[in-house]
Each structure stands twice: as C-alpha cells, then as structure tokens.
Antibody
C-alpha cells in the first residue's frame, strides 16, 4: 500500500539544524511531488514547501525562504526537509504528504505520521 | 498570498446533526479547494478535493460545494467518529498553498 514513513523525533538547540526524512513506498516516487506541512503545539496546519520528485524543483513558503531546503533521493525514494537556524517557534510536528495532480487539481492524498521536532536550550 | 478564513472556529453539535463549515478565500480560487480532517495526535486526512470531489473511501455523508471565494463542507448526519478538526486548503497558487485556521467540531 502507499505509505510515507518519517524519521524519528528530534530535540535540537536554538541555532542548530534538523533534517527530517520521508521514505515513500507503494508507488512510483518520481511521478509525484512531496509537500511538507508543520503544526505547532495546539495550532493549525502551516504549509512549508513542495518538491518535485521528478526533477527536484522546489517552492518554499516565503516566511521560511533562506532557512529551509527540500531534497529527494530517487535511489531510495526518500524526501528530506532541512531547517536551519532553529528557533523555539520551530517546535512542531512536521508532516510530509504526497502531492498529487489529478484532472488539473493538486491535493495531498497520503500523509506521513509526523515527526516531532523540539527546539529547546 | 491567498488567505483562507474558516467559520466558525469551533462548533458544538450532536450525533445525527447536519453540520456546515464555511471557508472563504481572499481572492477567487475557482474550484482549487481541498478539505482535510484531523483527529488529535494524527495526521490530516483528505476528504474532498477540487471543492466537491469525494476522496476514495470517504463516507458519502461528507460533501463539498462552492467556487470562486466561498466554499462549504457539509456533514449530512454526524457520526461519533466525525468529531475532529477540519481544515480547508487552497491549491490555486500551484505549490504555494495555504490552509484555513481550522474548525474544531465538538460533541454537544
């Protein structure tokens, strides 16, 4: 079955970096994109960015430009999200989601279970 | 950026009720609107895409409508498992998405 398996929880100090992985299975990885979405404790969903697994093209949310990098490794069907210069307000659950195009419409149909990133001194 | 505003922010209802959640976009987004359900501690789940298309496996009591700037998610007869938080999301700006702030549906 189609699934996205994310890496485990991380605890980081302010100013550090974190890299979260998202391993896809059950579908042709390069035929879809991957979006990353985060959710701070008790808050709503925040879209962070998108990467094409076909050609590596990316779009990032403006507020994260310069701090976030999304990459893929097609040999292992894995997507990565790296966030640098971490601050306390980066504490959140980070989700990857398969980004699907059907009949001209984009949507996120399969989600990973989430990776908790805690930023604390 | 396109802003998405949901109303209400929270809602109390009973099993069997008909419930409607509204989502408004800051500019016209045609039908590029998706709805997700999220339960505590779980990842979001896609319910509706392209404003009114039901995702495979989602019960038919869920329906979506609207186009342009105003959209609705309707649950025709609430079931106990439907108590959750619901989010709308625009995909009009290709790969530059925004979510609404969420609507928490609670048991009355």
């Amino acid at each position: 079955q189609v699934q996205l398996v994310q890496s485990g929880a991380e605890v980081k100090k302010p100013g550090a970096s974190v890299k979260v992985s998202c391993k896809a299975s059950g579908y042709t990885f390069t035929s879809y994109g991957i979006s990353w979405v985060r959710q701070a404790p008790g808050q709503g969903l925040e879209w962070m960015g998108w990467i094409s697994a076909y050609n590596g093209n990316t779009n990032y949310a403006q507020k994260l430009q310069g701090r976030v990098t999304m990459t893929t490794d097609t040999s292992t069907s894995t997507a990565y999200m790296e966030l640098r210069s971490l601050r306390s307000d980066d504490t959140a659950v980070y989700y990857c989601a398969r980004d699907l195009l059907r009949l001209g419409f984009y949507y996120m149909d399969v989600w990973g279970k989430g990776t908790t990133v805690t930023v604390s001194s | 950026d396109i802003q998405m505003t949901q109303s209400p922010s929270s809602l109390s209802a009973s099993v069997g009720d008909r419930v409607t959640i509204t989502c408004r976009a800051s500019q016209s987004i045609s039908s590029y609107l998706n709805w997700y359900q999220q339960k505590p501690g779980k990842a979001p789940k896609l319910l509706i895409y392209a404003a009114s298309s039901l995702q495979s496996g989602v019960p038919s009591r869920f329906s979506g409508s609207g186009s342009g700037t105003d959209f609705t998610l309707t649950i025709s007869s609430l079931q106990p498992e439907d108590f959750a938080t619901y989010y709308c999301q625009q995909s009009y700006s290709t790969h530059m998405y925004t979510f609404g702030q969420g609507t928490k549906l609670e048991i009355k």
